[in-house]
């Protein structure tokens, strides 16, 4: 898992310049902040996790970074937050004094200030590529149903925007975004990302930003669909449904199960309307190519990948954790009821409070 953070000024949310020094403090300083890293703005930090293959391992180690995560913030006066965009930015952002994100901000221009987004990252092992590609195929139509559990960003420039993740909306205008086209095998991937290079600001393979892909550094399909995530529940259980998914559609591709059939235009639709209603109106069902209740939708995943969730046995905790969005909501609804019933503070509150919650 790829954990993406913000800090914010407690009294107006605004992005705080404080990544280069947590950096410097946490950087393996312990076993779960051995492998943190800089992100592209000044006011950002990502945390790669170690590999998983349980998920009491990977809940133990999600709590005790963000733990040292908060502390860290705290120290200076900031807070650190799981959202997928800040609620107030301002100006020019500051990017992180590192070659690289001095490209991104050569090719990408005038995208730079909104480029205040914050993502969680899923790999999932593969075997090979040729396997990864067939999986990428198969998983691709789920991408809608996993953003909307993940959606985690209402605001922006202190303004609801009446979409849920608003993120989503910004990534659309990046070259290379949204759901992968269908290949034919890993040699067709390779050709087409390489064809892509050079292309539209995608100056290496990493900047090809599909929201699922095969990583380049890494023998995994890396799921890139959703909002960062205010705690750590709602954060295991988008990795706990997307190793099942991924393990289902690698399976379905050894077997030559035919991956669901759906028209590009449907389904890049689907994953805006999952951008702007998440979890509290319909969703795109790719199995009926229609317009379904999120809870049905949702149902239809599990059934989907039923074995893969089973064997591993994450039913029930995939179950409650379920049951937990629909009693709290997803990120998006808890920001805006805060908003609603406490303004800023109490949002302020919500996003300190909920970065080390586990239950």
């Known amino acids: 898992m790829e954990e993406e953070f913000i800090f914010l000024k407690p009294a107006t949310l605004r992005p705080a310049n404080v990544g280069d020094d947590v950096h410097a403090e946490l950087l393996g300083h312990s076993p779960v902040s051995r492998f943190i890293s800089h992100e592209f703005l000044a006011s950002q930090i990502e945390r790669p996790t170690p590999v998983f293959d349980r998920f009491e391992q990977a809940s133990a180690d999600l709590l005790a970074f963000r733990s040292r995560l908060a502390r860290a913030a705290v120290n200076r006066g900031v807070l650190a937050a799981g959202v997928g965009a800040p609620f107030q930015t301002e100006g020019w952002p500051e990017v992180t ?48 149903t996993l953003l909307a559990l993940a959606v985690n960003s209402p605001f922006w420039r202190g303004t609801d925007t009446g979409f849920s993740s608003w993120r989503s909306v910004h990534m659309r205008r990046w070259s290379t975004i949204g ?32 929201n699922a892909r095969l990583a380049e550094d890494h023998p995994t399909v890396e799921i890139r669909v959703c909002d960062a995530q205010l705690d750590a529940p709602p ?42 209603e998440g979890m509290e109106s319909t969703l795109l069902n790719p199995v009926s190519g229609t317009l379904e209740s999120a809870s049905a939708v949702t149902h239809a995943l599990l059934r989907y990948a039923a074995d893969a969730i089973d064997e591993v046995g994450n039913r029930e905790r995939i179950l ?24 800023r503070p109490a949002l302020a509150a919500l996003l300190t409070q909920a970065l080390t919650a586990h239950d």
Request: aromatic share 6%; charged share 25%; proline share 5%.
């Open 97 to 144: 004094d590192v070659e690289r994100y001095h490209t991104v901000e050569t090719e990408f221009r005038g995208l730079v200030p909104d480029h205040l987004i914050n993502g969680l990252h899923v790999h999932v092992g593969i075997p090979n590529r040729d396997a990864g590609v067939q999986a990428l195929n198969r998983v691709r139509v789920w991408l809608p």
């Open 179 to 210: 759901c992968p086209p269908v290949f034919t095998d890993a040699a067709d991937y390779d050709r087409r990302i390489r064809q892509l290079v050079g292309v539209g600001g995608t100056y290496d393979l990493c900047t090809v930003w599909w």
């Open 235 to 276: 954060a295991l259980l988008l990795a706990a449904l997307t190793r099942a998914v991924v393990t289902t559609a690698l399976r379905d591709g050894e077997a030559d199960v035919a991956p669901i059939d759906i028209a590009p235009e449907l389904l890049d639709a689907g994953l805006w309307h999952a951008a702007r």
């Open 320 to 343: 409650g954790l379920l049951a937990r969005v629909r009693r709290l909501g997803t990120g998006a609804e808890r920001q805006r009821a805060a908003m609603r019933n406490g303004g």
